[in-house]
């Protein structure tokens, strides 16, 4: 028998929607995603906010200087050009630390990113590292992911990102990698609207199934030695340090555009034309999830914005059809295929990304043993 359609019901407190399969509501109506944010994100974002957690942000900074004590860098920050990481940056010059930028390029960064990336390390006197990745391995990973007809294809650029990172920090022998994910703008994220970045079997396993060029440049960073490697043998941490402050997401767009010449792109995460492209179209027209809804739905929760503002901005599209359609045929060109060719790899079913190669579960389990056999390596660790 085939189970009968879902019922549509909408969040009373946030926007989310059924367009999240694992949703469900309590009897007023409150969607789990806020019952979540109530019991174990709230508390966090509140102290935040009240700077109760001022304390606990001077320490974390102190150490972070002691750390870098008679090294060129005493941290290092992740800049995409976005909001989140603009400001991460802004801040953290004027915490007095020294941090070395890093930035992954992976071909799909607009114009308009690149000129902030230019003005934020300008303004703030920042020494920039850019990984520029193959273009043929990128090229060809991110093709795959479309192929592997999977939901997060953004993996290939933000896996690639975090593996820089480290490098660059055990590069300089920086301790601390300070990130600007924050649960003020980013709490709410359904699970089933994506898959975990940081898994690097299921990379290569989708590369390996759909791929045909190998990836012997591209960085991967697999779990084992990320944990570690990088965390516990060479004792390299990364820390969401917005959580520690009083964060406005709306006001901190108006900080760096006066402090930094930074420029909106329209967008959460806009700044790059492959993330506006697979947000604004790839995912709503063959997944129907609207990432909107999680973002304006994590600003709610943080008291960033009211649920009607949140409504009236779904009501229109902050991604114009004109745009779209000029992504769209750019994209193909960048990726060697034509516009009727990638139209037919997107028309396939949509497939969970667990029907690939993953360490989702394999993980929790192995990480124990590796720590439990780090031990061993305490004496040699800095």
Not at 221 to 241: C, P, Q, T
Request: hydrophobic share 35%; net charge neutral; with cysteine.
């Amino acid at each position: 028998m085939t189970e009968a359609p879902r019922a549509y019901q909408l969040c009373t407190r946030t926007v989310m929607d059924t367009s999240d399969p694992d949703i469900w509501f309590d009897e007023h109506g409150v969607s789990s995603h806020a019952l979540f944010y109530d019991n174990h994100q709230g508390p966090i974002v509140e102290a935040g906010q009240s700077g109760a957690l001022e304390p606990e942000l001077k320490a974390l900074v102190a150490t972070i200087k002691r750390a870098g004590e008679g090294k060129q860098y005493d941290c290092v920050v992740g800049i995409s050009g976005g909001v989140d990481s603009t400001y991460l940056a802004l801040r953290v010059v004027e915490l007095g630390l020294r941090p070395l930028a890093v930035h992954f390029d992976s071909g799909w960064n607009s114009e308009l990113a690149v000129s902030n990336i230019e003005n934020i390390v300008a303004k703030l006197g920042l020494d920039l590292y850019t990984d520029v990745v193959d273009w043929r391995e990128m090229r060809d990973l991110q093709l795959s992911f479309f192929k592997a007809s999977v939901a997060n294809c953004d993996i290939p650029t933000d896996h690639a990102f975090a593996s820089v990172a480290f490098e660059q920090a055990k590069k300089y022998g920086v301790s601390y990698i300070l990130s600007g994910h924050n649960l003020v703008s980013e709490s709410v994220l359904p699970k089933a609207w994506g898959y975990d970045s940081g898994d690097a079997r299921h990379v290569k396993g989708i590369q390996k199934r759909f791929g045909s060029v190998p990836l012997k440049t591209y960085p991967t960073l697999s779990k084992v030695k990320r944990h570690v490697y990088y965390e516990i043998m060479n004792g390299i941490s990364s820390v969401a340090l917005l959580n520690l402050m009083p964060y406005d997401y709306p006001q901190a767009k108006t900080v760096i555009t006066e402090k930094l010449g930074w420029r909106d792109y329209g967008g959460k995460h806009y700044e790059s034309v492959f993330t506006r492209y697979f947000q604004g179209y790839y995912l709503p027209t063959k997944f129907g999830f609207d990432k909107r809804r999680a973002h304006l739905s994590s600003l709610i929760l943080s008291g960033q914005i009211t649920r009607d503002e949140a409504l009236t901005r779904l009501e229109t599209s902050d991604y114009p059809e004109v745009l779209r359609e000029q992504d769209h045929k750019f994209i193909a060109k960048k990726l060697g295929v034509t516009t009727t060719e990638l139209e037919a790899i997107y028309a396939r079913p949509p497939v969970d990304h667990l029907k690939y190669p993953y360490d989702r579960f394999v993980w929790p389990i192995t990480s124990k043993l590796l720590r439990f056999a780090a031990q061993a390596t305490k004496p040699f660790r800095r």
